[in-house]
């Protein structure tokens, strides 16, 4: 689309459509801020929540954690960590989609890094 020659008629749609975003955005605010992710260690033995901005809420470890060595323990936790953080940000992504068809966050977010490389690097 060349934008010396958009028509009324689409300047009002893209309007439109950008005023269906704001209020998207503005009611989802809630929703988003609501998402968790969970995930495991490699053994199963860790659990972790985190919000959506990959706060850990939550640490569980069951009896056979506890046997873990040290370093074991540290590596099976941060794992789960990762994965939580993973699990979360898939389901804000997953939101997203929903709301706003056509809309990749991944995509827009590796444009978004290949601009800043570009325009900084």
Do not use: F
Not at 50 to 76: H, N, T
């Amino acid at each position: 689309m060349d934008p010396a020659n958009i028509s009324e008629r689409e300047l009002d749609e893209a309007a439109r459509r950008g005023e269906r975003m704001l209020a998207w955005l503005e009611s989802a605010q809630e929703e988003m801020q609501a998402v968790t992710g969970t995930g495991e260690g490699p053994s199963g033995h860790v659990r972790v929540t985190v919000d959506a901005d990959g706060r850990v809420l939550d640490v569980r470890y069951d009896r056979r954690a506890l046997r873990l060595g040290s370093q074991d323990l540290a590596e099976e936790t941060l794992a789960a960590v990762r994965a939580a953080g993973a699990d979360a940000q898939r389901r804000t992504h997953d939101l997203m989609r929903e709301a706003i068809p056509g809309y990749d966050p991944v995509q827009t977010q590796a444009e978004l890094e290949r601009l800043l490389g570009t325009e900084w690097g």
